[in-house]
Structure formats: C-alpha cells, structure tokens
C-alpha cells in the first residue's frame, strides 16, 4: 500500500523559512518523479515544482522560482521542499505527490498517481 506522509508546515511571518518533508513508502521510490503542490482556500490545486527521479533535475513554477527548492534522499524514501522568503501568498496546505510514468515537466494534477495527506503552510503578513 502506497502511503506519503507531509509534515512540516507552521505558522510563520512573511521572510521566514519552512522545510516540508514527504515520506514515502510502499512504492520503488526513486522510480517516482516527485512534485508539490498546494491549494489555497477557494483556489484550485497548483503545481509547485518537482524533481527528478535522481534528484538531478528541478523544475518550480514561476511563482516559486528562486524561493523554493526540492530536493530528495532516495535512500530515505523522502522528498523535502524548502521555503524561503516566504509571503502571505503562499498560504496554503501543501501536498506531496508522486509520479511514475510521466514528465518532470508535467503540472497538472491529474499527470500524478499519489498523494500525501497535505500539511498547512500559513504565512502572516
């Protein structure tokens, strides 16, 4: 049974730092490209970025770009997203998810096949 976990998420005030992790197990980790997304309230779920399946590939959104950064261990089973400078904007719960057969650059939801339960990211002004 496939299972990602999401932790991490807090309450934090704009220009601090969170690192969410993702912890997977129940699947052949490294053969997963890994992404993040989040859904704000009354917003759709955006992607956020991904990283490959050696973890020697990203790719963010714009919105993101040169703030956030995943990373992996396959070892671990784990894919961790770090924020930086963070803004009331990126107030959302945030979501792992995994991807077996498709492209780092693929966006859309539907393009993943697991999902972590979500971890809330709230960033005050």
């Known amino acids: 049974q496939v299972q990602l976990v999401d932790s991490g998420g807090g309450l934090v005030q704009a220009g601090d730092s969170l690192r969410l992790t993702c912890a997977a197990s129940?699947?052949?980790?490294?053969?997963?490209?890994m992404g993040w997304f989040r859904q704000a309230p009354g917003k759709e779920r955006e992607f956020v970025g991904a990283?490959?399946?050696?973890?020697?590939?990203?790719y963010y959104a714009d919105s993101v770009k040169g703030r956030f950064t995943i990373s992996r261990d396959n070892a671990k089973s784990t894919v961790y997203l770090q924020m930086d400078s963070l803004k009331p904007e990126d107030t959302a719960i945030y979501y792992c998810?995994?991807?077996?057969?498709?492209?780092?650059?693929?966006?859309?939801?539907?393009?993943?096949?697991?999902w972590g339960q979500g971890t809330q990211v709230t960033v005050s002004s």
């Open positions: 990283v490959s399946r050696s973890g020697g590939s990203t």
């Open positions: 129940g699947l052949t980790f490294s053969s997963y490209i």
């Open positions: 998810a995994a991807n077996w057969g498709g492209s780092l650059y693929y966006t859309g939801a539907r393009d993943y096949d697991y």
